[in-house]
Antibody
Framework: QIQLVQSGPELKKPGESVKISCKAS????????MHWVKQAPGKGLKWMGW????????TYADDFKGRFVFSLEASASTANLQISNLKNEDTATYFC????????????WGQGTLVTVSS | DIQMTQSPASLSASLGETVTIECRAS??????LAWYQQKPGKSPQLLIY???SLHTGVPSRFSGSGSGTQYSLKINSLQSEDVASYFC?????????FGAGTKLELK
């Protein structure tokens, strides 16, 4: 069965960096793009962008250009999200979500990774 | 960016009742709309895609409708396990955007 398993919660200080992983299984990793979604505590969902898992090319929503980097370890069927120079407002749960192949509704989600930024 | 205005923000209903949640897009999204259910501490679960297609395994009491800029999610015969937050998402154009969510509680 298709699974997306994310890395565990992180506690970081402002200015530090964090890397979140999303390991896929149950399908051919390079056949489907991976998207990232942010959810601040008690808030709604915000689409961050996506990465083409075949070419490695990332596309970022405007609010996530600069400090956010999507990357791949294709041999390990893993997508990564790295956030640098962390700010308090980066405190959130980050989800990876897989596209369906025909369009970008998300039938498969990771369990989410909580990143807490606090001094 | 396409703005998704979701209403109501919260909803209280009784078991067995029918509830409707609405999303209005700031421009025509040509049925590029999905609905998700999210329970506390869990990831969103897909309910509806292409505005009115029921995702595999989702109970038939959930249905989606609409076109153009106006879309709705209907839950017939509300069950206790339907207590959750619900979000719409447009995937017609980048950046993909979500509604602010509707928190559904039991009366």
């Amino acid at each position: 069965q298709i699974q997306l398993v994310q890395s565990g919660p992180e506690l970081k200080k402002p200015g530090e960096s964090v890397k979140i992983s999303c390991k896929a299984s149950g399908y051919t990793f390079t056949d489907y793009a991976m998207h990232w979604v942010k959810q601040a505590p008690g808030k709604g969902l915000k689409w961050m962008g996506w990465i083409n898992t075949y070419t490695g090319k990332p596309t970022y929503a405007d609010d996530f250009k600069g400090r956010f980097v999507f990357s791949l370890e294709a041999s390990a069927s893993t997508a990564n999200l790295q956030i640098s120079n962390l700010k308090n407002e980066d405190t959130a749960t980050y989800f990876c979500a897989r596209e369906t192949g025909s369009s970008d509704w998300f039938a498969y989600w990771g369990q989410g990774t909580l990143v807490t930024v606090s001094s | 960016d396409i703005q998704m205005t979701q209403s109501p923000a919260s909803l209280s209903a009784s078991l067995g009742e029918t509830v409707t949640i609405e999303c209005r897009a700031s421009e025509d999204i040509y049925n590029g709309l999905a609905w998700y259910q999210q329970k506390p501490g869990k990831s969103p679960q897909l309910l509806i895609y292409n505005a009115n297609s029921l995702h595999t395994g989702v109970p038939s009491r959930f249905s989606g409708s609409g076109s153009g800029t106006q879309y709705s999610l209907k839950i017939n015969s509300l069950q206790s396990e339907d207590v959750a937050s619900y979000f719409c998402q447009q995937y017609y154009d980048y950046p993909y955007t979500f509604g602010a969510g509707t928190k559904l509680e039991l009366k």
